[in-house]
């Protein structure tokens, strides 16, 4: 008769032999071991947007696949809408949203997010020839917001009497603004500054101070690859990366948040860009 502690033994070498500890060949619980699913944007310039061949460019693109290099993970994006992305992460379809995600409360509830990456504004554009030139000014006004933005509340609580209109991405809403089909466009700064030097017909009428970070987010229980993140942004911050990074994409320096969030920054932009 073959003893119990001897098939226990077996038995454990059979699984060693199998592949070993799940959690040393997968330690960030990643979908697909050693591959970051990444939700991201084609229309949010100069955080995600697609190059001239298709593939995911932008600074938030950048940082991604710099922290996934020093992981030594691979990064497959897939690009989708904001509301898509952040219900991909609850319902395990993603590991990551690369794009530029603002921190709110009710997105906290489901997900969590990185440190912050960027520190914004909110801009309303509207065409060229357009009077407007305060929030107060567009009542009766059809006012456009990518759906599931942070922009998107942005309308009803800060333009009186605007009429609100969604949009799937950036890229439609602006097509409207060009057309006339829409009055104005309310967009994150340095999105904003993008679509003005690429469209001459269009002009800033206002813009507002934002009370929360723009960051990447993460499933809940995904906390050691938030970890792992956190951890390698703290790294580029200090070896001058993600200044490199930053002055790549953005024309003006880190707003003073941002600064405090990540303190190494003050030195690396005391003289502006």
């Not at 038995?11 to 070993?20: E, H, I, M, P, V």
């Not at 992981?71 to 989708?80: A, F, I, N, Q, R």
């Amino acid at each position: 008769m073959r003893s119990p502690l001897i098939a226990v033994a077996a038995a454990g070498l059979l699984l060693a032999g199998c592949g070993g500890d799940p959690a040393a060949d997968n330690p960030y619980g990643l979908i697909e071991p050693g591959t970051i699913r990444a939700a991201t944007q084609t229309s949010q310039p100069p955080f995600a947007f697609g190059d001239p061949s298709g593939k995911p460019a932008g600074f938030v693109i950048d940082l991604t696949d710099e922290a996934a290099k020093r992981l030594g993970l691979k990064v497959d994006y897939k690009s989708t809408s904001v509301t898509s992305s952040l219900a991909g992460l609850t319902s395990h379809q993603y590991d990551l949203a690369a794009a530029g995600l603002g921190v709110t409360e009710e997105r906290q509830k489901s997900v969590s997010f990185t440190k912050p990456l960027f520190w914004s504004t909110t801009a309303v554009l509207t065409a060229a020839q357009s009077s407007a030139s305060k929030l107060t000014d567009f009542a009766g006004k059809k006012v456009g917001a990518v759906t599931g933005s942070t922009q998107e509340p942005f309308v009803t609580a800060k333009m009186p009497s605007a009429v609100p209109i969604g949009f799937p991405n950036a890229n439609a809403a602006v097509s409207h603004l060009l057309n006339g089909s829409l009055d104005a466009f309310v967009v994150g700064g340095p999105d904003a500054e993008h679509f003005l030097k690429q469209y001459p017909a269009l002009r800033q009428a206002a813009s507002a101070p934002v009370a929360h970070p723009t960051s990447m987010a993460v499933p809940k229980d995904h906390g050691a690859l938030l970890t792992a993140l956190d951890e390698q942004l703290g790294a580029m911050v200090a070896d001058g990366t993600y200044a490199r990074l930053y002055r790549k994409y953005f024309t003006t320096a880190p707003l003073p948040q941002l600064v405090a969030a990540w303190p190494g920054l003050g030195a690396q932009f005391a003289g502006g860009l």
